[in-house]
């Protein structure tokens, strides 16, 4: 979850995620001509959804909706984006890990 992980893995799945959120082009160079990866953000969200305790079935399989995947990239990142706030300006978020997890979680329905 993004308040586990270090300051500079953070800001690079953030980078990653926001990448995928333009739809094209890197935001370093600012150019259309290269796709952006969804290797790590896939990995990401799939891996939580996947070894999440409470997920049903089998854990080396999971089926999810296109709309449910892009929904749970997009509340990872949230969860990225409220992390890099939080460390920056010192205040505590009310969102929990756990409640981002559930919520991803609840994608898979979808």
Do not use: W
Not at 70 to 93: C, D, H, K, N
Not at 94 to 99: E, G, H, R, V
């Amino acid at each position: 979850m993004p308040t586990s992980l270090p300051d500079t893995v953070l800001l690079r799945l953030a980078l990653d995620f926001r990448c995928v959120e333009a739809g094209s082009g890197t935001l370093e160079s600012g150019t259309k001509d290269e796709e952006p990866s969804l290797t790590a953000a896939l990995y990401v969200v799939m891996n939580l959804l996947m070894q999440h305790p409470d997920s049903a079935g089998d854990k080396s399989e999971l089926q999810i909706s296109d709309a449910g995947l892009m929904r749970a990239f997009q509340i990872y990142q949230v969860g990225l984006e409220r992390e890099i706030v939080t460390r920056i300006t010192g205040l505590s978020t009310s969102t929990s890990p756990d409640a981002l997890a559930e919520e991803m979680l609840r994608c898979a329905d979808e």
